[in-house]
């Protein structure tokens, strides 16, 4: 046990030297992103909308910006609209297009993030409905209860790109097509997809997609929404008509620079990186997986890139992650967005897990980062913190 205790600090800092394996949750802001903010800050602090010298150069960084992050997608920079976050993005597409075809009703999934399944709550309280359509056992969409689920009553169609908890990465074309054969448009939550998986807006037959910075190495309170050209949606933060109007408030600046650099780095060497994090993914399942009583949650194809998760039988997930993080790991039990609320996962539900089953669960997610030593170390490590917890 004593060999797992991390006592380093970081000199400059004195944090904590922790391994940090739970990149779903947020990612480190990378040296050269907070490099290209920084003058944004205190010396190129302009509103973009100024009509002088320093306005101007906020906004030629904004487009510069726009540029790269559209690049990453295959889209025109005058589809991204800059957001808040994850979060904003999908309140946006779902509330957005409501009212806007005549169509009353949003088709979904059980395991989307609470900022889709929260939105859609707040549509019915609206006087739309909305249907929820059910997943296997590893999380893929059940294609023939989505189609069964579609009509010409249908104005959009939400799936995320790839689960937050599990990893499970959807057939985006195959059910932009079911939503478009309908006449519905369709959303993807990309929030943990992007960067990780090839995304391709045009050749998918993505209308709206969501993205957000903190989870690409980019800093927290900044995000982006694609929405294709053609498309109309009703802007919900109304004001100074920032954005084209859609999304109102003096632009976040450093933030968006932040997001166009770090969308930049992380596709300078895309397919590298995903390469090293498949690698070091299969590493842990297959390890993990060899110690008794241990499970692997989603798929084993499929899957995103940079993410492993476990349930132990005969352990509460809670302590494992107190456990590991008391030996210097950084890991969570379903999502951190969940970690506050009581009860099981509505994502591990929703795959069939009964609530014990949920609640015995550890994430363990990646980052480009991440080191073959480090994932050495947690590999000794779990299986001395699920004995330990075994055993108290
Ligand atoms: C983190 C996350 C969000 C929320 O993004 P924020 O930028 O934190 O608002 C939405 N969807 C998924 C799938 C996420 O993982």
Do not use: W
């Not at 295959?74 to 409501?98: K, Q």
């Not at 954005?243 to 600046?253: A, F, I, P, Q």
């Not at 994502?347 to 991440?370: F, K, M, Y």
Request: a negative charge.
């Amino acid at each position: 046990m004593v060999g797992f205790i991390n006592p380093l600090h970081d000199v400059d800092t004195m944090c904590p030297r922790v391994m940090y394996f739970d990149n779903a949750a947020t990612t480190r802001v990378l040296p050269e992103v907070f490099e290209e903010m920084r003058p944004y800050f205190c010396e190129s602090y302009g509103n973009p909308s100024s009509i002088h010298d320093l306005g101007f150069s906020a906004a030629a960084a904004m487009r510069t910006a726009r540029e790269r992050v559209s690049r990453t997608l295959g889209c025109y920079p005058s589809e991204i609209t800059f957001t808040s976050g994850g979060t904003e993005s999908d309140n946006l597409a779902i509330l957005g297009v409501l009212g806007q075809n005549g169509r009353d009703r949003i088709v979904t999934t059980a395991i989307e993030h609470s900022a889709v399944l929260e939105t859609c709550a707040e549509a019915r309280r609206r006087g739309f409905r909305t249907t929820v359509v059910p997943v296997d056992g590893e999380g893929f969409v059940d294609i023939s209860e989505l189609e069964a689920a579609m009509g010409d009553d249908v104005a959009l169609v939400s799936v995320m790109a790839a689960n937050n908890v599990i990893g499970t990465q959807q057939d985006l074309r195959r059910i932009s097509r079911i939503a478009h054969d309908h006449g519905a448009l369709f959303h993807t939550d990309a929030v943990q997809g992007y960067t990780k998986m090839d995304v391709d807006v045009k050749r998918d037959g993505i209308d709206m997609l969501s993205l957000s910075g903190h989870k690409v190495h980019a800093p927290k309170g900044i995000g982006a929404i694609y929405v294709r050209s053609g498309v109309e949606l009703s802007p919900i933060i109304l004001g100074g008509g920032q954005e084209r109007g859609l999304r109102s408030s003096t632009e976040n600046v450093p933030g968006i620079v932040g997001l166009g650099k770090a969308a930049e780095m992380a596709f300078s060497d895309m397919e590298g990186d995903v390469m090293r994090m498949t690698s070091m993914r299969d590493r842990i399942i297959d390890s993990v997986c060899e110690i008794s009583g241990a499970h692997l949650n989603g798929p084993r194809s499929d899957r995103l890139c940079n993410n492993t998760h476990f349930r132990f039988d005969g352990v509460k997930g809670t302590d494992l992650v107190l456990k590991l993080n008391r030996m210097g790991f950084a890991t969570s039990t379903a999502s951190a967005c969940s970690a506050g609320e009581a009860g099981p996962s509505h994502v591990l539900t929703a795959i069939g897990l009964n609530a014990e089953q949920a609640l015995s669960s550890l994430r363990v997610t990646l980052s480009p980062l991440n080191t073959d030593e480090e994932v050495d170390a947690l590999l000794e490590a779990i299986p001395v913190a699920v004995a330990e917890c075994r055993s108290q």
